[in-house]
């Protein structure tokens, strides 16, 4: 019988990737979920990635520290939160502030609590676009973080941050060739060597580094995810791992079914396979994200590119938030949080943190609902199953089945 490959990042050994899905959709309880199923007898082992992004805010720790701090502070943290309005003299004079110990506070508080409950491998996705990126990866580093993998910016020098000669595995989400040299040229520097290379294509949920240009043709979207694949082996064929092994590929955005998990596994160049894949899309039915995100899946017919303050376009589901962004009706008032090192407040269109929050939290009306390519196949027989929505193993049990019928041998 033709079972999804089984690999190793370092000591870890899994038959997939299961993405970070950020605010809040891939947490704990849906890791752990994986892990258990992954166990069982006949059902592939994928391992689930811990977003780390706004825990701090999402569980009102933030809101609670800053409560407790002072009556003026809390006022104008108020003003801008609900929208109601503060002028700029008012929230510039508290930024710094409420960016300051409280803000990382509450984040690394959200993050040892998610790192404690994880039973399996603990496995984090760090988006260096955030301000407080530096203390995350130290908190994770003291958690016992066993893979952090970095997204959204150039996070160079990673290494560095968590100290070079510490065992934690690393690994860098890239759009192509250039950006997987420069990974290994500087995390080399610092003696550590990328341990896995995520390609993530066109096709992604969430952030894609790419140009509006691009997400808009079609025909790169379609073999975008190849030819970057193809860009990475050429990239990073002088390169190794800090256990001498040629450095691990990953592939992410476009797998939804086992049968393109097949399809993309048998890429090759010079004699190099992508080791397996990084999935979403088709795992948000069993995640953490709200039933409102869940359902929308299953509603929309396709994905819309939008702006994102976080300076990337993103992937999601079109909505009425999206229309009135577009139609330029929507404006922070101020920033209640800087959570991200690229978000102009007096410029961006939203406040990104809190949309993806009002998502997580069901208010998917005023909110961004991230969604890959794929997010067309989104439907209620894979979403849904006796009348509530797919769990990890009957996803990880369905994918299996599909790359055994796609491989021939059902
Ligand atoms: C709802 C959603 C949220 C995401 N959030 C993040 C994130 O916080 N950080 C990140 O690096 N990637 C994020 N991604 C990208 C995924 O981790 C993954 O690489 C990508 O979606 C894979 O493509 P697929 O959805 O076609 O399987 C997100 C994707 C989705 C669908």
Not at 74 to 84: F, T, V
Request: net charge negative; aromatic share 8%.
């Amino acid at each position: 019988m033709t079972e999804i490959l089984k690999f190793k990042i370092g000591n870890l050994e899994m038959q997939g990737i299961v993405g970070a899905m950020g605010v809040g959709n891939t947490g704990p309880n849906f890791i752990n979920s994986l892990y258990e199923a992954g166990k069982k007898e006949g059902v592939p082992n994928f391992l689930g990635t811990l977003s780390a992004v706004g825990g701090g805010i999402l569980k009102g720790y933030f809101r609670d520290a800053l409560r407790d701090s002072g009556e003026e502070r809390w006022r104008i943290h108020n003003l801008i939160a609900n929208s109601e309005g503060a002028k700029k003299e008012e929230w510039e004079g508290v930024m710094k502030e409420l960016l300051s110990e409280l803000y990382i506070e509450a984040d690394n508080k959200s993050l040892r609590e998610d790192l404690q409950a994880i039973r399996g491998p603990k496995a984090l996705n760090l988006m260096f676009a955030t301000q407080n990126y530096d203390e995350l990866a130290r908190t994770a580093v003291d958690e016992g973080v066993d893979l952090i993998v970095t997204g959204a910016g150039p996070a160079l020098r990673l290494p560095k941050i968590i100290s070079a000669d510490s065992d934690v595995l690393l690994g860098a989400i890239v759009n192509g060739g250039r950006t997987a040299e420069k990974y290994c040229k500087s995390w080399g520097k610092y003696g550590h060597s990328p341990d896995v290379i995520i390609g993530e294509g066109p096709k992604a949920g969430g952030h894609d580094a790419y140009t509006l240009e691009q997400l808009a043709d079609p025909d790169f979207v379609e073999k975008g995810l190849e030819k970057i694949f193809r860009e990475i082996v050429q990239a990073t064929k002088g390169y190794s791992t800090i256990r001498g092994e040629s450095i691990p590929i990953l592939l992410a955005g476009g797998a939804f079914y086992g049968g393109d998990m097949k399809k993309i596994l048998s890429w090759e160049e010079d004699g190099i396979k992508p080791l397996g894949l990084q999935m979403s899309t088709r795992w948000l039915c069993a995640s953490d994200a709200s039933d409102e995100h869940k359902q929308a899946c299953i509603d929309a017919d396709e994905r819309s590119i939008i702006k994102s303050p976080v300076g990337y376009p993103g992937s999601a589901i079109e909505n009425e938030f999206i229309r009135k962004v577009r139609e330029g009706e929507r404006h922070p008032t101020g920033c209640a949080y800087h959570c991200l090192r690229t978000c102009n407040p007096d410029e961006a269109p939203y406040c990104i943190a809190k949309a993806l929050i009002n998502t997580r939290n069901g208010n998917v009306d005023e909110g961004v609902l991230f969604a890959g390519y794929n997010v067309k196949h989104c439907s209620n027989e894979n979403f849904r199953r006796n009348g509530r929505f797919t769990n990890s193993e009957e996803v990880s049990r369905d994918l299996a089945r599909e790359y055994r019928v796609a491989a021939g041998s059902s």
